[in-house]
């Protein structure tokens, strides 16, 4: 990396901001997002020039205008197969994605699959606010069903989809969820994406306050959000409530079941969070509506990246065959000479 | 030649030898009679002995479509000769058929007096009915009026294997080259290539190189000592421009132009597809060359394919996809995206029969006006096509090379004629290709994303990972040199107009267009892409009846040569023959308001020479 000899770079989240006006809707959830990517990159040490943020279409796709790194703004749902070519043929890049519930699971849902499925090393943020918000408010895969919105004045008919459960039915190697007010956690989650090599899958609860205000409320108000969030930490029993007075078991049925601590139950005979255990992700983004909102990292594994992979051949293809000799392939097979 | 003791003794039986000029021989049998395989060794044998060719496969879209029937025909069809050849011929003079169903299918084109060999075996009562023969044409005189040679190939390429221990399933797939080397015999081709490349294909199977080796020599052989036989004809080398030579499908040469591209500008290539007929072969041996810095990825769709192509394009590297019709559809908000990025992409649409899925493995150039005009708003790209199979190498560089100097999408259209026909293709020195010479920026000093070079108005290319130049691009309006979003009504007009002008720049690179015939006259015929041989050949014919008619092949269609304009004045009629309904036609009476008229077959098929004949003489009449 041509960098590689630079001393540690001192950046500011300032060093971070493009000189273009930000132009989210007052009250976007979006703009905390921002506000902690930029936050978090000064501390790890990139120069800006290795750092490439790739998004589709979308209120939440206009991320990169605003980061002053590299940035393509690209296609409604394709920016994971830009992501993708980009990252193979250039490694060395930190390339991340910027989506959202309509662009990365509506159009963009086959592309999303396979990114994370090929274990890509890019790290895909999915904004989900459970609404179309760029053209103005229709339902999306995520809204819930019954959703009253211009396009369904009688409500939606279709069934929502689950971000994380996608991720994870792709084999995704780092499948996280955060909250957009959520600050430290969220920085926390973003810098964890940034350590894992491979495809990083982070879905941030994210408020419209334009089209859909409230729709993560039970989990981000104040009053609420100990009843209705699980922190998710490795290593660490499953517990929640406002006095972490709760906590998840697994029941006898092989249930998960929500247990009131004290009454003869300790957190030993909880579910201990691990993130290397696929039945512990499955359970968790399959908790039902009675349940908290898992939030933290579901599942970090180590796989081979694609990318990896990918150069990996062309070397050894090298080392087998020497590096390309053009006359020797033009000339391959059965040749004549005409005098 | 080393005989195996398998084979019976050989009796001399004295054998004439004709002189021919040129041959047109159709192999066919069941689509998994191995046909395409006979036909394409057989078109190494010839070329390797130094005649012109040019060859039409031409097969079923089902793999293996039931045996026997008039569907599951596959054929191919292979023209050599003395001289200078540019189509696989009208009719052949040579149908070698495995089985009744090809006999029915191919027999109405056959020349009269034409030579028919068939394999007995397969000519049962079952089959016959299959193919619609009452009775045996083998046996009932309806084929009096050509030479037929009756042979059991199944019966004897079973014996020539025997000993191998392979079962008869097995045995009896060897009687494509058995039927190969009987006809090499006749017309006597080389087949050491074909052994050759027999122990090559089958290395890991000992049994099977023996086997089809037997195989193939003992239908050599029997061409050799069978009376009935009494003739070999032969097929002079042509005399083609010196040099050295290989034989090489458009596909292939495609495949080898950008690879050679690549190399040429010192970057890797990034090849993203989806599979589809006619174009996967490209993906194939793109992906046999890894050694070369090649990165090829089979992408979940052709979206996906063009995209990632798309972010390599951005990353630095060649970045190219290939694909036919219906991916190409899928292809183009990508396309349209590289428009307003200004990134150079280059988009392979190896065009097959459609609409829809329409016959993949069948040929056509209808997909032009979807190259240059099928994308939202105004989305002008470079279109580029070759003439011929050996071409498509030249042309497939020279859209990596345009791609990369005017920072702009080329599109390259080849079809499934190009894509599986072969000819003899002189090999270009390496020394020879011109260079690619990719300056990426990196100083920051005056830097903006949308300032343009004054001459191609391309603007820098710049790659990730450049430090001080960060910016950001994407697919909103852009403001003139500084690439900010913009949507001042003024400015999207000039950056509309200015990347329509950056295009119709390439025609600096449009090298003199060629006229073949007198440079003015009474008929111009226009034609592009894979209908070149077959133009050539027709206006020649005419013009040596003494008949005013020239030639013009485009090979540039977006933009149009510069000259073009002038040579469309200096004739009085001009004709456009097109393998659809006319769509290069309109272009050509748009931009030059000239009555130009359309000669038009959506058959699947190339020209026949004859009807263009035809065509080009009723013009002229007129
Ligand atoms: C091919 C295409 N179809 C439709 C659109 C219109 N469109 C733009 S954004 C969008 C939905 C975005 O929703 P989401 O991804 O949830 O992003 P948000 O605006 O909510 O952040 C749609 C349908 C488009 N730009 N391109
Ligand atoms: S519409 Fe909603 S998501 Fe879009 S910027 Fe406004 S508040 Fe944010
Ligand atoms: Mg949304």
Not at chain 1, 168 to 184: C, M, N, Q
Request: include cysteine.
């Amino acid at each position: 990396m041509s960098q590689a000899a630079t001393p540690m770079l001192k950046l500011t989240r300032k060093d971070f901001m493009s000189d273009q006006e930000v132009r989210w809707c007052p009250g976007c959830g979006d703009y905390a997002i921002l506000a902690q990517m930029q936050k978090v990159l000064p501390e790890l040490g990139i120069p800006r020039d290795q750092l490439v943020f790739v998004s589709g279409i979308g209120c939440a796709s206009r991320f990169p205008y605003y980061m002053n790194t590299y940035g393509f703004h690209t296609i409604h749902g394709r920016a994971p197969a830009i992501a993708t070519g980009l990252k193979i043929s250039r490694p060395e890049l930190h390339v991340w994605v910027v989506t959202g519930d309509g662009d990365g699971l509506s159009i963009g849902g086959n592309h999303l699959i396979h990114a994370l499925r090929r274990n890509v090393d890019i790290k895909i943020l999915l904004f989900n606010n459970r609404i179309y918000g760029l053209t103005k408010g229709q339902y999306s895969p995520t809204s819930e069903l019954g959703k009253v919105t211009k396009s369904t004045p009688f409500g939606s008919l279709d069934y929502p989809i689950n971000p994380i459960e996608i991720a994870l039915g792709a084999e995704a190697t780092f499948v996280a969820r955060s909250v957009d007010v959520e600050t430290k956690h969220l920085q926390e989650t973003l810098r964890r994406a940034h350590e894992h090599k491979g495809s990083a899958f982070i879905e941030i609860l994210q408020n419209c306050n334009v089209f859909n205000d409230g729709a993560w409320e039970p989990i981000t108000d104040r009053a609420t959000k100990g009843d209705h969030q699980l922190v998710l930490e490795q290593g660490k029993p499953l517990v929640f409530g406002k006095n972490r007075e709760k906590g998840i078991r697994l029941g006898k049925d092989m249930n998960p079941e929500i247990v009131t601590l004290g009454e003869g139950v300790d957190t030993s005979q909880l579910l201990v969070h691990d993130e290397t255990n696929p039945s512990m992700a499955y359970i968790l983004s399959r908790l039902g509506p009675q349940f908290p909102t898992p939030i933290g990292v579901f599942r970090a594994v180590k796989r081979m990246t694609y990318d990896e992979g990918a150069n990996a051949q062309i070397e050894s293809a090298k080392k087998r065959l020497g590096p390309g000799d053009l006359e020797a392939i033009l000339n391959r097979g059965d040749t004549w000479v005409v005098k | 030649m080393t005989t195996h003791t398998e084979t019976p003794p050989r009796p001399q039986v004295p054998k004439r030898t004709e002189e021919l000029d040129e041959v047109v021989i159709r192999f066919a049998g069941d689509s998994g009679d191995g046909m395409q395989l006979a036909g394409m060794q057989f078109t190494n044998e010839t070329a390797v002995a130094g005649t012109d060719l040019a060859t039409l496969p031409d097969f079923p879209a089902e793999i293996r479509a039931p045996a026997g029937t008039l569907f599951g025909v596959s054929g191919f069809q292979v023209n050599f000769s003395s001289h200078d050849i540019f189509t696989p011929g009208d009719n052949p003079d040579v149908l070698v058929m495995m089985n009744p169903a090809a006999l029915k299918v191919n027999l109405r084109d056959l020349k009269p007096g034409g030579i028919i060999i068939a394999d007995t075996a397969e000519f049962t009562e079952n089959n016959l009915k299959k193919a619609g023969f009452a009775t045996s044409p083998l046996e009932d005189g309806s084929l009096a009026k050509y030479q037929v040679f009756p042979v059991d190939i199944t019966q004897m390429t079973l014996r020539a294997v025997e000993g191998l221990n392979l079962n008869t399933k097995v045995a009896s797939r060897c009687k494509n080259f058995y039927a190969l080397g009987l006809t090499s015999w006749l017309f006597t081709r080389p087949i050491d290539p074909t052994i050759r490349w027999i122990e090559g294909r089958f290395k890991k199977t000992p049994e099977l190189v023996d086997a089809n080796i037997r195989a193939l020599k003992a239908g050599y052989h029997f061409g050799e000592t069978a009376e009935m036989f009494a003739v070999q004809y032969e097929v002079k080398p042509a005399r083609l421009v010196p040099g050295k030579y290989r034989n090489i499908t458009g596909n292939s040469a495609t495949a080898l132009g950008f690879i050679a591209a690549a190399e040429r500008a010192g970057l890797p290539l990034f090849l993203g597809s989806y599979p589809i007929t006619p174009a996967s072969d490209v993906l194939h041996e793109v992906a046999s060359y890894k050694n070369f810095n090649v990165y090829t990825f089979q992408a979940e769709d052709e979206i996906a394919a063009v995209g990632a192509a798309l972010g390599a394009a951005y990353g630095g590297a060649i970045g190219i996809c290939t694909t036919s019709g219906p991916g190409m559809l899928l292809k183009q908000e990508m396309i349209n995206l590289a428009v307003m990025v200004e990134l150079p992409l280059i988009i392979a649409d190896i065009q097959r029969a459609g609409p829809s899925t329409g016959m993949p493995t069948k040929t056509e150039q209808a997909d032009l006006l979807m190259a240059i005009y099928g994308r939202a708003s105004e989305s002008p790209v470079v279109v580029l096509a070759p003439a011929t199979p050996g071409e498509c190498f030249f042309m497939a560089f020279e859209a990596v090379r345009l791609a990369a100097k005017y920072m702009v999408p080329v599109i390259y259209m080849s079809d499934g004629y190009l894509a599986n026909g072969a000819e003899p293709w002189k090999i270009p020195k390496v020394s020879e290709l011109p260079q690619i010479d990719v300056q990426f920026r990196t100083s920051p000093e005056g830097f903006q994303p949308y300032l343009r070079d004054p001459e191609t108005l391309a603007r820098a290319w710049v790659k990730p990972g450049t430090p001080g130049l960060e910016h950001r691009i994407g697919g909103l309006a852009k403001e003139d040199v500084t690439g900010h979003v913009s949507y001042d009504p003024i400015n999207n007009e000039k950056m509309v107009r200015l990347r329509a002008e950056k295009v119709a720049r390439v025609a600096m690179d449009i090298p003199r267009t060629d006229v073949r015939g007198d440079p003015s006259g009474k008929l111009l015929v226009i034609g592009w892409g894979s209908t070149y041989g077959a133009l050539v050949e027709a206006t020649e014919r005419v013009r040596a009846q003494g008949k005013s008619v020239s030639h013009v092949h485009l090979r540039y269609l977006n933009p149009l040569p510069p000259d073009l304009k002038e040579i469309i004045r200096r004739f009085e009629r001009v004709l456009v023959p097109e393998l659809n309904t006319g769509q290069l036609l309109k272009i050509i009476r748009a931009e030059y308001l000239v009555d130009a008229k359309g000669m038009n077959k959506i058959q699947g098929y190339p020209f026949k020479v004859g009807e263009l004949m035809q065509k080009i003489q009723e013009l002229l009449e007129e």
